[in-house]
């Protein structure tokens, strides 16, 4: 026979334990979420203590709330008595299945981390990178702006960008300038190196240390080469550079000194 439950047997056999179960659940959600979002708080104001980028001290922040309150729910509905192991398993495949849909999407986050992190360059600073150069606009998570000399923007993914070569132009205080300046061979070494020396010292943007470095790069089929390599601030380079070129090639003119260019001699012979 089945025996009849009363309300007072279904009280005490179902409605109170299901009932403390529900507000111990909600009392572990709700306590559950006030730690998390006071751990996550105290964990970004250590990582902005720390020095590091205020995109990467969020977006940390974010990921780990939003776990920590899965966690919370997980354990609320398992106070529930709801089985929470494949809960678990499911969450797992989703994320696998999310992580080989997205591969590219995180290997540039990954890069973005580590550019944030590492700090190969910073916003304002002039790089090549990423087959491209320009300057640094924004570093974000997924990709970097940059802006060419030209003022275009372009925008480039951080997987190609820490994956390969970074050159940072202005890592540096201050830069040599390389130039190569071609004299005839008729022409006088000493005194086109005495020309070059008289531009150079009327240059006020040239460094005195390190000294500029003037001599005899090679001698050419059609040409005598010299290497002048004067040092400048490096935000004076790309002037710098442009003004001395022009500065040497008119002393050059006024001192009667020639800037070869190759040339073929023919000599006629008479047929025997």
């Known amino acids: 026979m089945i025996e009849a439950i009363t309300s007072t047997d279904w009280l005490h056999t179902y409605a109170l334990p299901w009932g403390?179960?529900?507000l111990f659940a909600l009392g572990i959600f709700i306590l559950g979420r006030w730690v998390v979002h006071g751990l996550v708080t105290l964990i970004g104001r250590l990582l902005g203590r720390a020095g590091l980028d205020e995109i990467l001290v969020n977006f940390v922040s974010s990921i780990l709330h939003g776990l920590l309150l899965v966690v919370v729910l997980i354990a609320a509905l398992d106070r529930l008595g709801v089985d929470t192991t494949s809960m678990v398993a499911l969450i797992g495949a989703a994320g696998l299945a999310i992580g080989l849909a997205l591969q590219d999407s995180l290997k540039n986050f990954a890069a973005g981390v580590m550019l944030i992190v590492f700090r190969p360059f910073r916003a304002g600073d002039f790089v090549e990178a990423g087959g491209t150069q320009g300057v640094v606009e924004k570093i974000n998570i997924f990709s970097s702006t940059f802006r060419t000399p030209d003022n275009r923007e372009i925008i480039v993914p951080n997987g190609a960008i820490y994956s390969g070569v970074i050159t940072n132009y202005s890592a540096r205080g201050t830069r040599r300038i390389d130039l190569l300046?071609?004299?005839?061979?008729?022409?006088?070494i000493r005194r086109a190196r005495s020309v070059i020396e008289g531009v150079l010292a009327a240059e006020p943007r040239?460094?005195?240390?390190?000294?500029?470095?003037?001599?005899?790069?090679?001698?050419?089929?059609?040409?005598?080469?010299?290497?002048?390599?004067p040092w400048v601030n490096t935000a004076d380079y790309f002037a710098t550079m442009c003004d001395l070129r022009e500065k040497v090639k008119l002393a050059f003119d006024e001192n009667g000194i020639t800037i070869p260019y190759p040339q073929m001699d023919i000599h006629p012979r008479k047929a025997a």
Do not use: K, M, Q, T
């Open 181 to 188: 300046f071609s004299i005839g061979y008729d022409d006088d």
């Open 206 to 229: 040239l460094l005195a240390d390190p000294a500029p470095f003037i001599g005899v790069a090679e001698l050419a089929a059609h040409s005598v080469d010299l290497h002048v390599r």
């Open 20 to 22: 403390f179960n529900l």
